[in-house]
């Protein structure tokens, strides 16, 4: 897999319940830090547009999309 770059769409691999993010979501890059170890800011949006978590998550918190994902959405109130 080619290496995640600056405002690639990832798939969570983690749960954040108090931010509203889980398993699943789809989250935009908006920074890549090297130091002190690699990490991503992650941006997680609703539907009109608006932030919903800024999170930064480490390599093993994300995944690169797959042709065989299947993009869904679900109500907010199941992450919480």
């Known amino acids: ?5 600056l405002l690639d769409t ?3 691999t983690t ?3 108090q931010d509203q993010v889980l398993t699943g979501d789809l989250g935009t ?3 890549i830090y090297t130091r002190p170890h ?6 997680f949006v609703n539907p009109d ?8 998550l480490t390599p093993d918190q994300v995944r690169q999309l797959d042709p065989n ?12």
């Open 10 to 12: 990832i798939i969570t």
């Open 29 to 31: 890059i908006v920074e």
């Open 38 to 43: 690699l990490a991503y800011e992650v941006e």
């Open 69 to 80: 994902d299947v993009i869904t959405t679900r109500s907010l109130v199941m992450a919480a």
């Open 49 to 56: 547009g608006t932030t919903r978590a800024l999170l930064t």
């Open 15 to 17: 749960n954040f319940p």
């Open 1 to 5: 897999m080619k290496p995640l770059t």
